[in-house]
């Protein structure tokens, strides 16, 4: 079998590829209707569609890698992408920017199923520091690909964006295909169809609803259809999990109290991530005249929030040695407790440009600690035929919690507006309420933390394989 270390590494690699998808068009996103000849609106779907996507495909793909191998579902998410990819590179139009974006989307899943293949592969007393390190991939690749994007698209084409994460993509699979081992531990049973079919309707109700509700009207009929419709599909999907023999999800384990918690502070956490996302960098790139803004350009403002996901990279060996001896409970809720205090801290000062890198560098540290914990608590508490489902799921919450973010703040910075030379820009107090936001998400993380049991569950028995 390959060197522990190497295995790792690639998965590690595999994530950042994952969280470079997000801010791969960020750069452009601006001048998308301009690039694309479209609409505003229509173009908001190549960054909804990768959203959606994610968050359908992440909790089936865990599954389905419990049941006929994780390094396989994993070389079939990033094969996936690499299409994605090559599709919207030839695409001239929104049609095929749109279908390769969502296709790109299947690659979230290749982080819950590579944090299950560690617990497969990786002797315990490694899997802390490994899966931290993971973890913290879904933040560094954003940060450190975010300044890449920029760079490539100010000096090419924007059709090598995508090009270049084919290429990734190509690399990520031939390295998962030489180094990680083929998946021995497997779920009987057969794969749920009809679940399945039911999880992916009712999300893409809800989160449609969430995602597109600042554009269509909250009191539209869209959206109260695509919202009411949701959820209904995914009560009626609920009742039909608790009663089928193989279900998609088994909503018994995931009803442990350590995992329903731990899924509602990862809801709470992705809010604050997201919110920190997507403020930051709009402040940092505001015309000075606004009286919010500093007048950096994209790429200036990249390298700013940058330091967040250098920081995550390098508290990954802190976090997994901490959770090692005195358990992941505690690193929430220091997670946690650094968000509040980066939100407090932008809250008073933010006049300066240096305040905002002081405050990202705390959301490295909240978001390093927090994502770290949570598939930890989450392996503690389920059997080890049920890591890949269980992963997945609480991936799910974690982009549930940013499609809310994504739509409260929007809404929040599209409600308190003032015209500078013409242009509608968010006020002063649409910054301060959304950032009051961001710390009570993390507020709601913390104290759900403190109900989550701090010892292993008695059932856990780890599969480690000989070294």
């Known amino acids: 079998m390959p060197r522990q270390g190497a295995i790792v590494a690639v998965l590690a690699i595999a994530g950042l590829s994952s969280s470079f998808m997000f801010t791969l068009v960020v750069p452009i996103q601006a001048k998308l209707p301009e690039l694309l000849h479209a609409d505003r609106d229509d173009t908001a779907w190549v960054v909804t569609a990768t959203l959606l996507a994610a968050a359908v495909s992440t909790p089936i793909a865990g599954r389905l890698g419990d049941m006929y191998g994780k390094r ?12 994605g990819s090559v599709i919207a590179a030839l695409s001239p139009g929104i049609i095929g920017v749109i279908v390769g974006r969502a296709l790109q989307g299947a690659i979230v899943g290749v982080v819950p199923l590579g944090i299950a293949i560690l617990r497969d592969v990786l002797h315990e007393d490694r899997v802390d520091a490994a899966i931290a390190l993971i973890s913290a991939t879904l933040g560094v690749g954003g940060a450190i690909g975010l300044p890449i994007s920029a760079i490539v698209a100010q000096y090419s084409d924007w059709h090598v964006l995508f090009w270049l994460a084919a290429g990734l993509g190509a690399v990520v699979f031939a390295l998962v ?3 990680v081992p083929v998946s021995v531990l497997r779920t009987a049973g057969r794969f749920d169809l009809v679940g399945a079919a039911g999880l992916s309707l009712g999300l893409l109700g809800l989160l449609l ?7 269509w009207g909250w009191a539209s009929p869209a959206v109260l259809g695509c919202g009411l419709g949701g959820i209904a599909v995914l009560l009626l999907w609920g009742w039909y999990e608790l009663r089928t023999k193989d279900p998609l999800l088994d909503l018994r384990v995931a009803a442990r109290r350590p995992v329903l918690l731990t899924n509602l502070a990862s809801v709470a956490m992705g809010f604050s991530l997201f919110g920190s996302n997507v403020l930051y960098p709009q402040m940092l790139e505001l015309p000075v005249a606004t009286g919010t803004g500093f007048g950096l350009s994209l790429l200036g403002a990249s390298l700013v929030v940058m330091p967040s996901g250098l920081v995550m990279m390098l508290l990954s060996p802190v976090s997994g040695r901490i959770a090692h001896r005195i358990g992941p409970r505690v690193l929430l809720l220091a997670g946690s407790l650094a968000l509040i205090v980066s939100y407090a801290f932008t809250i008073v000062w933010h006049s300066e440009v240096w305040h905002l890198v002081v405050a990202n560098i705390l959301i490295g540290v909240g978001i390093g600690f927090g994502y770290a914990s949570m598939p930890m608590l989450i392996m503690r508490s389920v059997p080890p035929n049920e890591t890949g489902a269980s992963n997945g799921l609480n991936a799910l919450f974690r982009s549930l919690g940013t499609s809310i973010a994504a739509a409260v703040v929007a809404a929040v910075l599209a ?6 030379g013409g242009v509608q820009v968010p006020t002063p107090w649409a910054f301060q309420l ?3 936001l961001g710390g009570l998400a993390a507020v709601v993380a913390f104290v759900v933390a403190l109900f989550i049991p701090s010892r292993r569950a008695p059932q856990e028995r780890h599969p480690s394989l000989p070294d």
């Open 434 to 436: 959304s950032f009051i």
């Open 209 to 215: 609803a969430v995602s597109r509700g600042d554009q």
């Open 72 to 83: 396989r579902i994993v070389l079939a998410l990033v094969a996936i992408m690499v299409l």
């Open 415 to 420: 409600t308190y507006v003032v015209e500078q």
């Open 177 to 179: 295909l030489w180094i």
